[in-house]
Nanobody, 114 residues
Framework: QVEFVESGGGLVKPGGSLRLSCAASGRAFNADTLAWYRQTPGKQREWVARVPPSGRIYYIPSVKGRFTVSREDAKNAVFLQMDNLTPDDTGTYFC????????WGQGTQVVVSS
């Protein structure tokens, strides 16, 4: 049974930083491209960053240069370092595969507000 558990969110001021963690379980994900998604009320869930087992890492333009995604396959973990946060980064953040499974976690809430 595939499961994703996100953590690390919180309330931060603009310009602040957060490091999100994702623990995946149920199987190994070393062969999968992993991704972070976020969702705000009234909007579709959007992908934010994706990291393949090897090769190019992609970010949506609005976070490029501010967010850094990384993975530790030995621990089935993926991370998202978020720096210089803005209010537009507010949302609930989820991890999953790039071609997402149906096993969405609860997400971790990020609120960027002064």
């Amino acid at each position: 049974q595939v499961e994703f558990v996100e953590s690390g969110g919180g309330l931060v001021k603009p310009g602040g930083s957060l490091r999100l963690s994702c623990a995946a379980s149920g199987r190994a994900f070393n062969a999968d491209t992993l991704a972070w998604y976020r969702q705000t009320p009234g909007k579709q869930r959007e992908w934010v960053a994706r990291v393949p087992p090897s090769g190019r890492i992609y970010y949506i333009p609005s976070v490029k240069g501010r967010f850094t995604v990384s993975r530790e396959d030995a621990k089935n973990a993926v991370f998202l370092q978020m720096d210089n946060l803005t209010p537009d980064d507010t949302g609930t953040y989820f991890c999953n595969t790039w071609a997402p499974t149906n096993s969405w976690g609860q997400g971790t809430q990020v609120v960027v507000s002064s």
